[in-house]
Structure formats: structure tokens, C-alpha cells
């Protein structure tokens, strides 16, 4: 895939063209495929410093708001008390707040560091609780076992509770990386073209009793694990499970469910046991960053419209952008208008701090001229 920052707005003109035309499954009618410049939104994560004071926020949240982002997405650490000191502080700015927890990869979680039982086990049988995969911060909670289940429910609780949020926003809600995506294998001197024994989750007790218990064969003693659907698919509805219970918790507090994802179901499936597009949900922020993969910008389309193909409109998309690999303001405006033509609801760009003033303004002026091209 090949893009030019050249002559930005006639190839983004003739690549909706070629979109809209090719493939049986292209969505037809562009009208449809386009959010309105009333309902499409900006965002951005950002994680919370104790120690900044509500006038720096303040500051900082009165700089987004005034470029046109509308919400923001806070880690707090899954801190009830911190989200309840910031939530007011977004509110007097204008932003709306979602509550960003890390879900099945809890790193430094007090609680569950005294349960060693409740961690995710790979197929050589280590645990994650003191033989992490990758890096030191992955720290896998099994989603399967009762405990450590309840526990992410709990925390996911109470964030629900604080008044003023729009939603539980979930991160890592999968399983660990069976594939790293490919710009980051040298990083590890890794090659994957299998799915290696280290990488591959959960094995623990609870997880083969329970598909004992339905599939009468134990996962441990396949000689291809990698081609055995049925053990593959208990993962993915395990992690569905959890997000289901989620859900149902959020909404009795009249907040919504969101979610960070990988970039498109059937590539979520493939390298972390995650099929988004069959959650109970509301929205989700695929995280189509383009250079984790070697691609271009113009992939940031093309994951875009996989992922709303697949809802086929039952679960809102804001597409996630990563900043750093961008070079200048009109190759990140391509990235929003190759999203927002794609179907996406917004665009979410990762994180708050890495939006330098030649973005800011940059996504003001799509702003504007979203609400003029409405009007007009």
C-alpha cells in the first residue's frame, strides 16, 4: 500500500471511489458509510498523574477542548478516587470522560499478586506470575477462574459507580500476544510462524477442567493445539464472558461499555483470542495503529471498514490512532478523513501528551470543516 501527501484531498476523493466500487462485501451507499460532523468524535488517552494539580488539568483539558476534541479516556491506575477528582475538572472544560482500565493484564495489582493461582498459565505450564511473556508489565489474570474474574468485575464496578463518566472503557481485554504484530518481532528477536508454547494461553487447572467438562479431551495433550477450533473458541468466549458481565454491570449504572481492540475481528481473533464483533458492547476504539504492522496510513482505511463490515452498524467504531509515526499535520488529517469516510463514529489518538500544536490545529480545522460541509 502506497500513500501520498500530495494532492491529499483528490486521492482520498478517488480512494473512497475505489472502496465504494470494489469488493462484494463494500458497503454501497456512502451516505451510510460516513458519520455526520454532528455524531463523529475526537478523543484522546491520557493517563492521570497524582501528583498534577486540578489547575494544570485545568490547562490541559482546556487545550483539547479547544481543538475540537470532545472526550478523553483517563487511566487512573483503576483509581475510583482519582477518576472522581478529574471527572469534574473534564466537565467544567467541556470533555466528556471514560473510564480506561487495564482488564485481564493487571500489572502490579496488589490484590491479585497475593493470589498466584488466579494467573493465566502458557502451554509449557508457567505462569505469568513470575514468568511473564515479552515484557515485565504483562501480568495475565485467567479469565476462566471464579476469583480472578470477579476480581476485574469488582474493579470494573467501581469505576461504573463514579458519577459523571460515559463509559468503562476496557484495555486489554484478550488474551496475551500468540503473534506479535510484525513491527515488533526484531524488537524481541522473534521469529513467529507458528504458535509457540510461551506465547500460547491459558492452561491453567480451571481453564482445561472446564472445556473437560463440555469437550471430553484435555488441550494438553494435542500435538497441534493451533488447529483444535473447539479449544480456540472456549478462549475466545471466555474473554467474551467476562466482557458480557461487564456490560451488564456498567449499564445498571447507565454507563456505557467501551473497549481498546485490536484492529479488526478476524486479526484480533488470530493473534490475541479476541472476536469484538461478538461482544455485548457498545463501542469500541480499534487500535489501527498502522506502523506496529508496516503498513501505510491508507491501511488505517482499510482496517477501519473491515471492523464496520463486521458490526454491520450493532456496535460503534472510533478508530484509534498511534501519533508517533506521523511526520506532519496533513498525514494525520489523511489518517481521520481515511477513517471517518470508512464508517468510524471518531478517532482516538494515542495519547493526549503526543498531540504537538501543528495536530491540535490540524484537528480543529477537520472540525470546521466537517461542520461546514454539513451545512452547506
Not at 481485554?173 to 526484531?186: G, T
Not at 464483533?277 to 476504539?285: A, F, L, R
Request: hydrophobic letters at 35%; aromatic letters at 12%.
Amino acid at each position: 500500500m502506497k500513500t501520498k501527501n500530495t494532492l491529499l484531498f483528490a486521492l482520498l476523493l478517488a480512494f473512497s471511489s475505489c472502496i465504494s466500487k470494489g469488493g462484494s462485501q463494500s458497503i454501497s451507499d456512502a451516505e451510510n458509510r460516513e458519520t455526520t460532523a454532528q455524531d463523529f468524535e475526537f478523543s484522546t488517552w491520557i493517563t492521570s498523574k497524582k501528583e498534577k494539580t486540578n489547575a494544570a488539568y485545568h490547562t490541559e483539558f482546556k487545550k483539547y477542548k479547544s481543538a475540537g476534541i470532545d472526550a478523553v479516556l483517563i487511566n487512573t491506575l483503576t483509581d475510583p478516587k482519582e477518576l472522581e477528582r478529574l471527572v469534574p475538572i473534564a466537565k467544567e472544560e467541556g470533555l466528556k470522560v471514560h473510564a480506561w482500565i487495564m482488564a485481564m493484564n493487571r500489572p502490579n495489582d496488589s490484590i491479585a499478586l497475593q493470589h498466584p493461582e488466579w494467573y493465566m498459565v502458557n502451554r509449557d505450564g508457567k505462569s505469568c506470575y513470575d514468568t511473564r511473556p515479552y515484557v515485565d508489565y504483562y501480568q495475565w489474570l485467567c479469565p476462566t477462574r471464579k476469583e480472578s474474574r470477579n476480581h476485574i468485575l469488582g474493579l470494573v464496578e467501581g469505576l461504573a459507580k463514579v458519577a459523571g463518566i460515559e463509559s468503562v472503557h476496557l484495555d486489554y481485554i484478550r488474551f496475551p500476544d500468540i503473534y506479535l504484530p510484525i513491527a515488533l518481532l526484531p524488537k524481541y528477536n522473534l521469529k513467529q510462524d507458528t504458535e509457540m508454547a510461551a506465547y500460547d494461553f491459558c492452561y491453567c487447572d480451571v481453564c482445561i477442567h472446564e472445556f473437560e467438562k463440555v469437550h471430553h479431551k484435555n488441550p494438553r495433550d494435542s500435538d497441534n493445539t493451533a488447529i483444535d477450533m473447539e479449544w480456540k473458541n472456549f478462549r475466545l468466549n471466555a474473554i467474551k464472558s467476562v466482557v458480557d458481565d461487564a456490560y451488564a454491570i456498567v449499564h445498571k449504572y447507565n454507563k456505557k461499555l467501551t473497549a481498546a481492540v485490536f484492529p479488526y475481528p478476524e486479526m484480533a481473533d488470530h493473534m490475541v483470542r479476541q472476536r469484538w464483533d461478538k461482544w455485548n458492547i457498545d463501542e469500541v476504539y480499534p487500535m489501527i495503529y498502522h506502523s506496529f504492522y508496516n503498513e501505510e496510513i491508507d491501511w488505517i482505511g482499510y482496517a477501519t471498514q473491515q471492523g464496520v463490515l463486521d458490526v454491520q452498524n450493532k456496535i460503534a467504531i472510533n478508530t484509534g490512532v498511534y501519533l508517533p509515526p506521523f511526520t506532519a499535520s496533513d498525514e494525520l488529517k489523511e489518517a481521520v478523513l481515511l477513517a471517518k469516510e470508512n464508517g468510524a463514529k471518531g478517532v482516538a489518538f494515542y495519547e493526549g501528551p503526543g498531540l504537538k500544536p501543528a495536530y491540535l490545529t490540524a484537528i480543529k480545522e477537520l472540525k470546521t470543516s466537517f461542520k461546514n460541509k454539513e451545512n452547506n
